[in-house]
């Protein structure tokens, strides 16, 4: 009861009235991640949402509902795909990405022009 009184007056913080009206009307629960956020479509498929476990926070959202959410697949991701498709940082390693790391080094064949006087 506490959770649906806040939703009247703290939309912020969690989905608002209308959201969760529409969301009980015309929404079909297609999943969860390991966040906690639930997945929703319409039932013609022409609508994703999701309702965040937390605080509205876009970031929480994995890569693979992501694709999802913006019908890039249409593939309902689960739970296997979710920990696969997470990539590891690489940041300050050797395998790190660089845009020069496979091309060969640049050799330079210019001679500068020197006036002979």
Same mark, same amino acid.
């Given at each position: ?26 929404? !079909?629960?297609? &999943? ?9 479509? *319409?039932?013609? /498929? $022409?609508?994703?949402? =999701? ?12 890569? !693979?509902?992501? &694709? ?9 991701? *689960?739970?296997? /795909? $979710?920990?696969?498709? =997470? ?26 022009? *020197?006036?002979?006087?």
């Amino acid at each position: 009861m506490r959770k649906f009184i806040s939703s009247l007056f703290i939309w912020w913080r969690g989905e608002s009235l209308g959201t969760s009206l529409f969301t009980w009307h015309k929404g !079909i629960y297609v &999943g969860c991640d390991c966040c906690g956020n639930k997945y929703f479509r *319409s039932r013609n /498929d $022409e609508k994703r949402w =999701v309702l965040y476990a937390e605080d509205f926070d876009a970031s929480s959202v994995s890569p !693979i509902w992501h &694709g999802w959410l913006h019908q890039t697949v249409n593939e309902i991701p *689960s739970a296997d /795909d $979710e920990l696969h498709g =997470v990539t590891k940082n690489m940041t300050g390693t050797v395998d790190a990405y660089h845009p020069n790391k496979f091309e060969k080094q640049f050799v330079n064949e210019y001679a500068p022009w *020197s006036p002979n006087n």
